[in-house]
């Protein structure tokens, strides 16, 4: 089991960018997939991005494909989420999981069912 506390979040314009981190502690290495969901307010909750631990291939929703990065630094003890050109519709309470899911192809899934380890969230709000 991990503890996750995600940070950096805020306030920004649509276009802007920010950097999310994910703090983990615990068993860091147990965990083979780490991703960032988001819940914006009356939706559900939708995985953003993945990453599959021992190999490094990542997944992303088709929403933020080629403007958000996932990526870890080397030790496991931070998740990063890069996100350039923010929409108005990114505003969204933004949350890092840990998990050990099936994987396919080396990807791990985006369902938040599959996660059993999570942060307490960090609100993202992009004004245009």
């Known amino acids: 089991q991990v503890q996750l506390v995600e940070s950096g979040g805020g306030s920004v314009q649509a276009g802007g960018s920010l950097r999310l981190s994910c703090r983990v502690s615990g068993s860091i290495h147990s965990p083979s997939c780490m991703a960032w969901f988001r819940q914006a307010p009356g939706k559900q909750r939708e995985g953003v991005a993945t990453?599959?631990?021992?190999?490094?291939?990542?997944y992303y929703d088709d929403s933020v494909k080629d403007r958000f990065i996932i990526s870890r630094d080397n030790a496991g003890y931070t998740l990063y989420l890069q996100m350039h050109s923010l929409k108005s519709e990114d505003t969204a309470m933004y949350y890092c999981a840990a998990g050990s899911p099936s994987v396919r192809n080396w990807v791990c899934p985006g369902a938040s069912s599959e996660y059993r380890d999570w942060g307490q969230g960090t609100q993202v709000t992009v004004s245009s």
């Open positions: 990453i599959y631990v021992r190999r490094g291939t990542t």
